[in-house]
């Protein structure tokens, strides 16, 4: 993961990055400061603080940043260090790796999910797999 450097510095509103929509970027795309994306992306994007991928925004490529809210598409997997938010109209195809989640109603997610931190431990990482299978096995569940 990476590491966080001093937080007023990055996330201050005069050290935005941002992709607009219509705006097409072919590489990745590495940044110490906050970064808003609503155009697209083909390659990784990697930042020291702050990803926000507007509904317009998508990115073809890996994720790796402190913080990330996503209301587009990302093919790919993400890495997040803290929070990370899947709004309504999101849709990701790839694993996630995170140590917090939250998920809104509509959110679309196909991968699979690792959860680091604090709040993880063996146990309950076998329990988590016991519950999985069983709820596979039954198809009449609406999720």
Do not use: W
């Not at 990784?44 to 925004?57: C, H, L, M, W």
């Not at 679309?108 to 680091?116: H, I, N, P, T």
Request: glycine share 10%.
């Amino acid at each position: 993961m990476l590491k966080r450097k001093e937080k007023v510095q990055f996330e201050s509103p005069d050290r935005l990055n941002r992709i607009v929509e219509g705006t097409k970027i072919v590489g990745d795309l590495i940044t110490d400061s906050n970064l808003r994306i609503d155009g697209e992306i083909t390659g990784n994007v990697v930042s020291r603080s702050k990803v926000v991928i507007g509904e317009t925004g998508s990115v073809l490529g890996d994720v790796s940043c402190v913080e990330a809210d996503i209301e587009g598409n990302v093919t790919g997997k993400l890495e997040i260090e803290d929070l990370l938010v899947l709004r309504e109209k999101s849709k990701i195809v790839g694993d996630i790796m995170t140590s917090k989640l939250q998920i809104e109603e509509g959110a679309v997610f196909v991968g699979s999910c690792k959860m680091a931190g604090h709040a993880v431990n063996k146990n309950a990482s076998n329990k988590s797999t016991i519950t999985s299978k069983k709820v596979e096995e039954k198809d009449d569940l609406v999720y």
